[in-house]
């Protein structure tokens, strides 16, 4: 136990997610989520009758900042739950410290999988709950030929791996792979576009993340494709960037997630309610959110459960925690501390706004080494095996 928890001060927990930089709208969206929750949580008499103290730092979207604030939360302020990364570049900054710091990382984005700590409660989709579905939808609805774009940096490099091997279960093409800077401009994406022209393909996969997320969007509209035979699909355009593009702009374009603002069940609309009551009527409400969202009740219920922040007893009480999240009934899989989540896809329409166009309505067991799925899973009996 700590010292503070010994005193009956307050439960200090880290916050890193960045307010400034290329990803501050969507990590924004994912600091309101989690101080959300902690209202909730100080609103409901706190855990063990303590509150939930948020120490918040802003990372800036550089991965170095993410480890030094890492370094000092836990050092300097004691912490040992942490909740934030986006970029999975940040993740893999921060994690080596957490897990030298005997931390726990609360991760609550999508990401690239293959990859596992003890020192990290992964809560955001891994491959095997959004690549699979949005490929096998992309190839059922457009083809299989894709041109793969992305932001330089290690989850588009995985992602596209992943989404190559797909490709080629299915017998498609990949028609070329190309990279753009974090901050990319209009021009940056002059190559990409120049091969979408030549090579025709069915599909732009697009890892692009942050604020060049509309910049491309922009440039794709300005160069006259057409998204009803050519979209963009992407894991990574949620609410926070369509925010900056005009409807014009967003509309046919694609994106899977496992929560979107749009969804009409009462826990879905009671959390985007209270999400705009405390940021705006106007604050974008993302996948990214909900998780950070379910994470932090979910580590207050372990919290609670343990009588103790030490991580280790942490991640005892999380095996196999359920809680009722906005997206569904989500679960900590006790075999490698990834989710149980709800895959769903969306398309942007003529308001730019995300419709559900194909929702299953099943919860997907984690596999981050995508070692039990590949695209002939995804049969009645794939189905029925993954349903929980
Ligand atoms: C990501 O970098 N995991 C979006």
Known sequence: MTDAAEAGAAWKVGVLFSQTGVTSAIESSQLNATLLAIDEINAGGGVLGRPVEPVVYDPASNPKQFRVLAERLL???????????????????????????????????LYEGFEYSPHCIYTGAAPNQN?????????????????????NYVYPYESNRIMTDFVTQSRGTVVDEIYVPLNAG????????????????????STVVGQSTAVFYEAYRKAGFDPATMPIASLTTSEAEVASMSAEVAEGHITAAPFFEVIATPAAKRFVAAFKRRAGSDAPVTAG?????????LAAAALARAGTDEPEQIRQELRDAEFDAPQGRVRIDRENNHTYLWPRIARLDARGRFQIVWNPGVRVKPDPYCVSQSLDDWSADGLQQIRA
Request: charged share 25%.
């Open 131 to 151: 690549s699979l579905q949005l490929a096998k939808f992309l190839f059922e609805h457009y083809g299989n030929r894709f041109l793969l774009v992305g932001s």
């Open 75 to 109: 050092q300097v302020d004691r912490v040992r739950l942490i909740f934030g990364c986006y970029m999975s570049s940040t993740r893999k900054a921060v994690l080596p410290v957490v897990e030298a710091g005997r931390g726990l990382l609360f991760y609550p984005t």
């Open 186 to 205: 209009e021009d940056d994406f002059a190559k990409a576009l120049k091969q979408a022209d030549k090579a025709r393909p069915d599909v732009i996969f």
């Open 289 to 297: 959110a909900e998780s950070a969202y379910f994470q932090v009740h």
